[in-house]
């Protein structure tokens, strides 16, 4: 009976498989089997700069505000104000929903290839039209399935990623090395230099996408407070959590580089061109489709997770007066029905980009980019908002602390980060010379003005809320420098009272005195 509501302590390295599993995508490495061997050095390259410190800062916030709801709205907002912490939890959402046109991409590819004809399947996979319908049925689907509030939903969601990232990942990694012990002609030239030609802008576009891989990272603060000794046991977790991942996407991208050529490499297809090459390599062809299911259920699986979730965040913020009623407004069941609607006419009209971009590659490619820059400016403000409570809020609680004493940790750390977000920022507006994207014109115009739009938009919203907006059931915890304005009223409106009880009490006093000295 000891252990009768003890609170259940997670492992180094059950929560260093939690962030694997929440970060890892296969989606993605087609993009930087490119770069043939330099590939790995983008992967360690963005894991130091960006990985770790997301990591660790994030790990910090949470733990600071575990017991205040609005997560990255809270972080920010507390360093910066709610403008700011309102832009922050914006771009989180709208970089999900320019994110579910891209995922379901691969999707619809994924199911594209469940057939045993690879001419036919590689026709059909970039077909547009295809590819449009497959992404408005599977995301209108997961909307439906999400307004009604099905509790299956999260353990769909939990086997998809193991049948649908974790055991390919291992399943391609394996493959490429009995390839190679057996034999088989490499196409990636292993004697190649390992650092990049850093002269060529252009060679970075594509990776400055690797950040974006590890994006979501900073989920994993949520779960500090549940680490037996967090200090010390946390930051090993990062560290063996980020070797895992980091190995997963070198080793599946060498694999990848292995056996296709790097001129027909195709940033949506050739996962699944991949395996089917090595499955002709061992004579296991029927074994395509089954992993072209598997694939496919892993994305679907996690859309229909994701669909909801990330508008839970703006929905609290919004009930608290940052959104009109409008967007408030909840079902039967209590699900944010407006939200969802309002985000699925959003991903209907950048689905509907299909039609003017020259290809499904190039399509993905953009809104890939186009997710890039507006996740990197929520990862900006964190970073630099996680300095900047250093000083704000200097006595404050920290469960979990990046350095013992002093802010020259936090500021390398944090800086690293915030340092390598900026860098990735910059490359991202750059068109990629290694796929076509069509116009540069229509490339430009859709990254700076998707990014100026969608930044000033929360501005625009915020500059025209209204008290009315709140909602009077909404119990949002007020920020610390709100706290101390209160205090501050108080304390001056007790000493303003204690003043006139004291003038009071010496008039009355000197009144008495001069009357008894006229008696």
Not at 38 to 48: E, G, H, N
Not at 134 to 157: C, D, R
Not at 159 to 166: H, L, Q, S
Not at 345 to 363: E, H, K
């Amino acid at each position: 009976m000891a252990n009768v509501g003890k609170a259940v302590k997670l492992g180094v390295f059950t929560l260093a498989i939690m962030n694997v599993t929440a970060v890892v995508s296969l989606r993605g490495l087609p993009a930087e089997a490119v770069y043939g061997l330099s590939s790995a050095f983008y992967y360690l390259f963005a894991a130091i700069v960006f990985l770790i410190p997301t990591s660790l800062v994030a790990a910090e916030l949470a733990a600071m505000f575990q017991d205040k709801q609005g997560g990255v709205f809270r972080w920010v907002g507390e360093a910066y104000g709610k403008k700011w912490g309102f832009l922050a939890i914006w771009v989180q959402w709208i970089e999900s929903t320019i994110w579910y046109p891209t995922v379901l991409t691969f999707g619809a590819v994924s199911i594209a290839f469940i057939g045993m004809n690879d001419a036919h399947d590689m026709t059909l996979a970039s077909n547009k039209m295809y590819t449009l319908a497959v992404v408005l049925i599977i995301y209108w689907l997961a909307t439906f399935i999400s307004l009604k509030g099905l509790s299956w939903v999260g353990k769909v969601a939990k086997v998809g990623g193991i049948v649908g990232t974790i055991l390919p990942a291992a399943l391609l990694i394996i493959l490429g090395i009995v390839y190679l012990s057996m034999g088989g002609h490499s196409n990636m030239d292993f004697h190649g230099d390992f650092f990049p030609d850093f002269s060529k802008f252009d060679n970075l576009v594509l990776a400055s996408s690797i950040f974006l891989f590890y994006a979501g990272m900073e989920m994993g603060g949520i779960h500090v407070k549940d680490v037996e000794n967090p200090s010390k046991n946390y930051p090993k977790a990062v560290f063996i959590g980020a070797l895992i991942t980091v190995l997963i996407f070198v080793l599946g991208t060498f694999s990848l580089g292995v056996i296709i050529p790097q001129k027909d490499i195709n940033l949506t297809q050739s996962l699944l061109v991949g395996f089917d090459n090595y499955f002709k390599f061992i004579h296991a062809s029927w074994l395509s489709p089954i992993i072209a299911v598997a694939l496919a259920f892993g994305v679907l699986a996690g859309v229909l997770t994701w669909v909801a979730g990330p508008s839970k965040g703006i929905f609290t913020v919004g009930k608290a007066g940052y959104l009109p009623p409008f967007f408030q407004k909840t079902n039967k069941i209590g699900v944010q029905k407006n939200i969802l609607l309002v985000q699925g006419c959003a991903v209907t009209l950048l689905s509907l980009l299909f039609v003017v971009m020259p290809s499904v590659q190039s399509f993905y490619q953009i809104l890939s980019q186009l997710t890039v820059i507006l996740y990197l400016v929520m990862y900006l403000l964190m970073f630099s908002g996680a300095i900047a409570l250093r000083y704000r809020m200097k006595k404050a609680n920290r469960p979990f602390r990046i350095g013992k004493h002093g802010n020259g940790l936090m500021w390398f750390i944090g800086g690293l980060g915030f340092c390598g977000s900026l860098l990735a920022f910059i490359l991202s507006f750059i068109p990629p010379s290694q796929i076509s994207v069509g116009s540069n014109t229509v490339w430009f115009a859709v990254l700076i003005i998707g990014a100026i739009v969608v930044v000033a938009a929360p501005f625009i919203i915020y500059a025209s809320k209204k008290a009315s907006w709140v909602d009077p059931n909404a119990h949002f915890e007020p920020f610390h420098w709100e706290e101390a304005k209160v205090q501050a009223s108080v304390a001056g409106a007790t000493a303003t009272t204690q003043t006139a009880n004291t003038n009071s009490t010496t008039t009355t006093t000197n009144t008495t005195k001069s009357n008894n000295t006229q008696a």
